[in-house]
């Protein structure tokens, strides 16, 4: 899972627009949103330089943009030189009561929580897994009681925003766990939530995805319909990010799944047809119903879906797997496959954000 966008919680919720909280705010967030990181290297470095982050908020928040930037490029080294700048998170340099003068009646950490995740992922990205994995772990403490406070004191918007960053963040540690084929303990993660009540159908899906790869098919098939039963009956608890039309299109894919798993890709592609109707930026169901078509030996049409999504919606579908797919498969069907997937070589260098990973294409 990819890091999530930086802005912090502002000092107050009385400002007009981003530039208001901090010093051209709403620029670093274009950039970003563009995949632009080297331009956010070069604007918070003539901030910096030109001295022109006046509140200890803009220095945070500019560290903030410039830690996953260069952490986007894969410059972990940098990146985590960077965040050792900082003393201690906890320090009371990083709290607004220490500047009552700048922040009336204000009080708590204005340290971005993007900071603490990125503090959290970066020494898996060097190599040092364990010390990652503890990270991560005292971050998912430190939400959980971040919940606790923010429910004692009847703080409902305050609870949805730690809930969702608490499933943000659950679902990294899965994801890593999972990357070490740690099973039971990612089984263990997500019951522990849903024991708790915790009706995220993201995290129901994953729970099916994982039984799916330990073999209990029938396990799988009980939580796919579970998240169905969720939608039929309107529970999203509106800690995760799913508008209805996604939602419906996870109930789709989760049965694509089902249907893929006993190799009958014809319902499979029918699922996904569906999804990709009702929102054609579907990446996650374009990608599957080409490889569908792909075990179906119909490597023309294949090709086609994934070529005309690069087309139609290229920052959202150029991303390295459906890339290496389609290389896999000009590599199947063409002799010449060497001179195609050069020219989609050039054509990505002149589209593709800073930190699209160019050694997909196998050039």
């Known amino acids: 899972m990819d890091e999530p966008s930086p802005p912090a ?13 901090a010093h051209e705010l709403a620029s670093l967030e274009d950039l970003a949103s563009r995949g632009s990181w080297r331009s956010i290297l070069d604007k918070v470095s003539r901030a910096r330089s030109l001295n022109l982050l006046s509140n200890p908020h803009d220095h945070l ?9 260069l952490s986007k490029l894969r410059r ?14 906890n320090s009371h340099y990083y709290k607004y009561e220490t500047y009552p003068q700048l922040y009336p009646n204000r009080s708590g950490s204005m340290l971005p929580f993007s900071l603490r995740f990125i503090h959290a992922q970066l020494p898996i990205k060097l190599g040092n897994r364990q010390e990652g994995l503890d990270r991560f772990y005292r971050l998912l403490n430190f939400i959980r009681q971040k919940i606790k406070e923010k429910e004692s ?9 730690w809930k969702r960053r608490e499933n943000f963040v659950l679902n990294c540690l899965i994801g890593h766990h999972l990357g070490d084929k740690e099973f039971i303990l990612c089984i263990d993660l997500i019951k522990d939530m849903i024991n708790r009540d ?11 995805y994982i039984q799916m790869q330990i073999g209990d098919i029938e396990g799988a098939k009980g939580s796919f319909n579970h998240v169905e039963t969720m939608l039929n009956e309107g529970k999203n608890d509106g800690y995760s990010f799913l508008s209805e039309v996604q939602f419906r299109n996870l ?20 699922e996904y047809e ?3 109707e009702r929102d054609h930026t579907d990446v996650v169901a374009i990608n599957n119903k080409a490889l569908c078509l792909m075990y179906l030996r119909d490597l023309s049409d294949s090709i086609k879906v994934l070529e005309n999504a690069l087309e139609r919606v290229p920052t959202r579908a150029l991303n390295e797997t459906l890339v290496v797919n389609l290389c896999s498969m000009y590599e199947l069907a063409y002799v010449n496959h060497s001179e195609i997937k050069r020219t989609l ?3 990505i260098v002149h589209v593709a954000p800073d930190d699209f990973d160019a050694s997909c294409i196998r050039v």
């Open 9 to 21: 919680d502002p000092p107050t919720n009385q400002f007009g627009s981003l530039n208001d909280v």
């Open 76 to 89: 972990f080294a940098d990146a985590s030189t960077d965040l050792d700048t900082l003393d201690d998170f």
């Open 274 to 276: 569906e999804c990709i």
């Open 61 to 69: 928040i500019y560290l903030t943009y410039n830690v996953l930037a």
């Open 153 to 161: 004191n009847n703080l409902h918007d305050s609870v949805k925003i």
């Open 251 to 270: 109930v789709n894919r989760n049965k694509a799944l089902v249907y893929v798993v006993g190799k009958d890709y014809v319902s499979a592609v029918r």
């Open 198 to 208: 915790y009706l995220d159908p993201l995290l129901v899906s994953k729970l099916g």
């Open 345 to 347: 070589n050039n054509w």
